[in-house]
Every structure is written in C-alpha cells, then in structure tokens.
C-alpha cells in the first residue's frame, strides 16, 4: 500500500514537472513547457516571442514565412487548435487559394510543441488542387530573426571569463617564479567575484 502510494505520487510528480500547456489569449497561440516559452500571432501566423525558462530575456527581433525571396509572404485566414494534451500541443494555420493569389497553392503551417522539447517544432504543407491555376517557386522560407545583442552579451561574458582565468594563471606563476607569499587577496576576489557574476 505505501509503495504503490510512493509510486503514484511519482509518476504525478513527473508528469507534471514534464507537462506542455496551450492557452489562446484571443490574439496569440501561447506554447509553453519546461524549457521555453513560444507565443504565435494568430492573425499573422508567425512567431512574436521566444523565450527560454530561467532567462527573462526574449531571443526573438521578428520572424515571417514567405515564397520566392520575399515576394510572396504566408497570410492565414483561419487557425485552430489540432492537439492540446499535457505531453503533446499543436496548433495549425491555413492560407488557402483565393483569385489574384500569387501562387496558386494551399498552405498549412503547423506549430508543435511536446513536454520535452526545447523549442518548437514547424511543419508546412504545400497543396496545388487541379482546378488552380499553374504556378511555381523557388523557395519557401521560415524566417526567424535573433537579437543581435544575446549573442554580443554571450561573447562578452566569454571573454571575461578567460581575462580572469589569465589574471589568475599570472597571479600563481608570479608566486612560483618570486618563491615567496605575495598578498594577491584581493585580485583574487575580485576575479573570483566577476567569475560568479556571469556564469
């Protein structure tokens, strides 16, 4: 009785630190798990946000879908919700052939987040019906754009990092070299201290 107990508050426990949730706030899709953070326009369909947990701070500038090098951009006129359980959500949206399109072609993107996925998964499917008319391209992007500025952070803590990993190697070799206790205390901290600040 007491192990079957344990046992079951386990699987709950674990289920629930791996669970992946879907709301619709009215003007997004928001996919959300343990590791990240997607929110999807559902007028635009294309992703406004991407975060990761732990971090407050948004790695998205912007992203678009288009045809043809810009040419043609994806421009739904419906979404809905395809799956919304705790280990697995996806969301669709559709762009259908209208008269005066510029390609003739259906277009069906999918968003899918699963509980222990780091991001999200995107699917397109390309529809040509007979009665459309001919039509061709040459590609079809997603196109996601980062902020310049997480990577700049990222360099920045690197190379603070190996300015006082040197300061520490200078200040041992100096020790060696002298055979004698210098009072380094305070450079130590010092580099100690930025060590903490940015990992």
Not at 56 to 70: C, K, M, P, Q, T
Not at 137 to 153: C, D, G, H, P, Q
Not at 174 to 180: I, M
Request: aromatic share 12%; charged share 20%; proline share 2%.
């Amino acid at each position: 009785m007491n192990i079957y107990s344990i046992f079951t508050c386990l699987l709950v426990f674990i289920s629930t630190a791996l669970a992946v949730s879907l709301r619709d706030d009215g003007t997004s899709y928001i996919l959300d798990n343990d590791y990240s953070t997607v929110v999807i326009a559902k007028k635009s369909g294309y992703i406004t946000s991407l975060k990761l947990k732990g971090r407050n701070e948004e790695f998205l500038n912007r992203s678009y879908i288009d045809a043809n090098g810009g040419k043609v951009y994806f421009s739904p006129s419906s979404s809905k919700v395809i799956k919304n359980t705790s280990s697995h959500v996806e969301v669709a949206f559709y762009d259908n052939y209208r008269s005066g399109s510029k390609l003739g072609l259906d277009w069906e993107v999918r968003y899918t987040m699963l509980s222990d996925t780091r991001g999200v998964y995107f699917s397109l499917t390309n529809t040509h019906k007979s009665n459309y008319p001919d039509t061709s391209y040459s590609e079809i992007r997603l196109v996601l754009r980062l902020k310049a500025n997480i990577f700049i952070t990222y360099k920045l803590k690197i190379m603070l990092l190996v300015l006082c990993q040197v300061l520490l190697i200078k200040i041992n070799v100096l020790k060696w070299v002298q055979k004698k206790p210098v009072n380094y205390q305070m450079v130590k901290l010092f580099t100690n201290m930025i060590t903490q600040l940015i990992c």
